[in-house]
Structures are given as C-alpha cells and as structure tokens.
C-alpha cells in the first residue's frame, strides 16, 4: 500500500514506476495537467481511448470531500466547538481557501489514481529488466 501511493504522489509510471506522467509542473498552472502520450522508461501508453480521463472527475470529487471531511472533523476536535457555534463559518472559509490551493494537486492524483486502476504493474516488464540488469 506504502508503495502504491508513494507511485501516486511521485507522479510516476504505474507500469515501471520510474518515468514521469506529467509535462509540466504542478506550479504551471496554465498547463500542469498535461500528461506525456507514452512513458519514456518502458512505452506504456497513457490515454486508451478518447475522453478516458472523464472519469477523473468524480476522484477529483471524491478526493476534495474526503479532503474537507479530514479538515473538518480536525477543526472540532482542536477547537471544540460544535455545529450550532457561528465560528464554524471560520472553518468552511478555511476549508475553501485550501482547497483551491490544493486544485492542482487533487487533480494531477485523481488523473494518477484513474491511470492506476487501469493500467498495473506488468510482472514481464519486470522481469524482463531484472534479466537485462543481470546480463
């Protein structure tokens, strides 16, 4: 599990787990979604079919509720307050600031997750290259 979401937040392959998905960096906001037509390390195509990343939306979707969930459960327990205190306004403003600066991210690892689901590690692959690093 540590493997798989350390591949996920690396932004790596989830074939070889070595070659980069993604163009540009997540701070090049005009354009840091888009991803590579196939990974230079060992040729794994990144989109199947047109329109296959549509479903990222609803990871995006899932990844900012569980976002906000963790946010708010951590703001009544540091704080104490409960539902019928005005202070949670504090807390649902704060939540919307982070979550457009954590835009970008949610995206990129919505696009690695679905990319993940769909295509797995190939034991030939790395088979194949333990082989030629022996040889």
């Known amino acids: ?31 840091n979604n888009k991803m590579i037509d196939h990974c230079k390390v060992c040729g794994q195509r990144t989109q199947l079919e047109p329109g296959f990343y549509h479903g990222t939306g609803y990871v995006s979707y899932a990844l900012t509720v569980g976002f906000s969930i963790i946010t708010f459960v951590t703001w009544i327990a540091t704080t104490g307050i409960g539902l019928k205190d005005s202070r949670i306004f504090y807390w649902l403003i704060g939540n919307v600031v982070l979550l457009i600066v954590m835009q970008p991210f ?26 030629s690093i022996k040889s």
């Open 1 to 31: 599990m540590f493997h798989y979401l350390k591949n996920i937040l690396s932004e790596k392959c989830p074939r070889c787990h070595e070659g980069d998905m993604f163009t540009h960096k997540w701070y090049q906001l005009g354009s």
């Open 106 to 131: 949610f995206m990129r690892w919505s696009r690695m997750l679905w990319l993940s689901w769909f295509f797995h590690d190939d034991d030939q692959f790395h088979e194949s290259k333990e082989i």
